[in-house]
Every structure is written in C-alpha cells, then in structure tokens.
C-alpha cells in the first residue's frame, strides 16, 4: 500500500521516486494491495492451511514491480485473480445467493481489469474493470447484511441486472453516459435499501459505519455524475471520486471488520480520533478536486495530504490492534 501510495505522489508531481514503475500505480494499489487483502479476507475462513498461502501468489506481484520486471508482475495478478475466482466457486457450492454470485462476477472484472492492461494495453478499460472489481465486491458485501432487514428479492434482482449491464456495456468505451447513469441508479440504490441509514441511528462504531458508507454512496453518485458533465469535471476527480472518494470511505467503514477477521484480533478505536481523521479525508478530496479545476499548484500539496490521511488511518488501526494484543 505505501509504495502505491508513493507512486500516487510520483505521479501528482510531488516526488521524484521509482519513476519506473508510476505507470504501475493503479495496478499496485488494486490489485497487489487491496486484490491481496480481500482475497485474504475470503481464504481465513476455510479451514486449510495450504489453501491460506494462495493470496501471496496475488500479493508477490509487488516484489516484481519493485524489481521491473512488471510482466511477471502482470502473471503474479492474472493467478491471483484464478485464485479468487476459484475460492468463490467454492463458497457458492455453500451458500447458494446471490452475494456469492456477485463476489465470482467481481473476480471475472479483476482478471479482465489484468488483461486489458498487459493484452489490449488498455489502460481506460483497465481502471474501468478494477471500478467494476471494487463495486461489486462492496455491493455483495452489502447483500450480506441486506438480508437482516426487508428488503425483497425484486429489488435486489434489480441490483443484480444494473450491475451485469455495467459490465456488458463497459466492453465498448462508448457506452460512456449510459455507464454513468447505472452508477447513479447503483448509488442510489444503496442510499436508500442499504443498512447504512439504521447504523445512523445506532451508536459508536455502528453509527461511525453508517455514516462513512452514505457519504461514500454519496461520493459514487457524484463519481457516476462524472460521465455525464465530462466537459465541467476533471479526470482526477472522474477517477477518484471513485478510487479515494467511494472506496477509501468503505475502507474506513469496514476496516474494523475486516482487519479482526483477517488478523484474528479484536479491537476498538477512539471513536473521535476516526472522526477527526475520516472528516479530514472528505475536506482533503473536496479541495483536492476543487484545485483540478482551477489547474492550481496546491494539486500535489493536497494529494500529499490524501496520502498523510490515509496513512494515518492506517497507523491508528493497527496501533489499536497492538494495544489491544498487549492486553
């Protein structure tokens, strides 16, 4: 994750380091660091050892990068996606739903995310595949804890359908409004059936979850919105209202879930510190796409920003996890 961060700042222009790889940026992040992590997340919960070592074959792709030889790298993530895609046929043969369903799709969009890049040398269809990757996987995550509350099989077919269009139509790159429409009605969607608005209602970290995946709903709509006003929004904020602005804001929802399950360690973090640190990261974007339009020099000084947030978040959890070891 810090060296994709690193190459983030390479790219905005505020570092001058492993310049040979910048190209690799999007890649790292989405599929060395976050493909390893949620592939990670998947393998903890089967019962063989053997079977908990086949993330680092996904994960190994970044030893390549740091030495050049990115091709290696590219079979490293192409196994890995294998992996993933294998390891949720197995968990369909258990739970016959729909969620399950939808965690295949998002392996099938990681590895044509892989195969654009290093094939078609088709780095739009890349990113647009790693998107589709990232929303599906959050989407069926979502399905899981839908299921606790009303809401019927009609309106979750309907999700289902809006997200296979989104796949189908992202083939050709000039279904470029029609995309940008499914991703509006997807967030709404979320907005309004998701559990998100009864965490609201709770408190502690429930609330804090609540409210960190409504605003990044908020920030898919706005990503979504991108593809029909191109012309008045930049391509930084067309790509990460996405990447930082939806994904990141579910990280931050989910990451203490995810880490207690993947690491076997429970534990709680100061609920106004996370505050603090998630308000921080909306203004950051908010600013940060606000310079893009204005073609400002403060760009690369808030994207070091971006990076400084993140890493904070980061830093906190798992000084959290230690203290909470040490006890």
């Known amino acids: 994750m810090v060296i994709g961060l690193v190459l983030g700042l390479s790219k905005s222009g505020y570092l001058n380091m492993l310049n040979g ?3 690799y940026h999007f890649l790292i992040m989405s599929g060395s660091f976050f493909g ?10 089967i019962k063989n050892r053997w079977v908990q070592f086949l993330p680092f074959i996904n994960g190994s792709s970044i030893i390549f990068f740091l030495f050049q030889k990115c091709e290696l790298a590219g079979i490293s993530l192409l196994l890995g996606g294998l992996v993933m895609f294998f390891i949720y046929l197995y968990f369909i043969k258990k739970h016959y739903d729909i969620a399950h369903y939808l965690f295949t799709l998002s392996a099938i969009c990681y590895s044509m995310a892989v195969v654009y890049f290093y094939y078609f040398r088709d780095i739009l ?6 998107e589709l ?8 995550e979502r399905m899981e804890l839908i299921k606790f509350i009303n809401v019927s099989n009609r309106v979750k077919i309907l999700m289902v359908f809006m997200l296979v269009l989104s796949v189908i139509i992202s083939f050709d790159i000039s279904f470029q409004k029609m995309y940008g429409v499914l991703i509006i009605l997807i967030a709404l969607w ?6 998100a608005k009864k965490n609201i209602k709770a408190k502690g970290p429930h ?6 995946l409504l605003v990044g709903y908020y920030w898919l709509f706005s990503h979504g919105l991108s593809f029909l006003v191109s012309w008045i929004m930049s391509y930084d904020m067309q790509v990460h209202s996405f990447f930082l602005g939806f994904v990141m804001n579910m990280v931050f929802a989910h990451a203490t879930i995810i880490l207690p399950v993947v690491l076997s360690i429970q534990y709680t973090v100061d609920m106004k510190v996370q505050y603090i640190i998630w308000f921080l990261l909306q203004i950051i974007l908010i600013a940060r796409f606000i310079s893009t339009f204005s073609f400002s020099q403060h760009f690369a000084i808030l994207t070091l920003a971006n ?13 959290y996890l230690y203290k909470s070891k040490q006890r």
């Open 207 to 212: 609330r804090f979850r609540g409210w960190a």
């Open 125 to 130: 269809l890349s990113v647009r595949f790693f």
């Open 133 to 140: 990757f990232f929303l599906i996987t959050i989407v069926a």
């Open 190 to 195: 979320l907005i309004i059936y998701d559990i």
């Open 36 to 45: 390893t992590l949620i592939t990670l997340e998947r393998v903890v919960t």
């Open 307 to 319: 990076v400084i947030i993140i890493l904070i978040f980061f830093v906190m959890n798992f000084y």
């Open 21 to 23: 790889i910048s190209q």
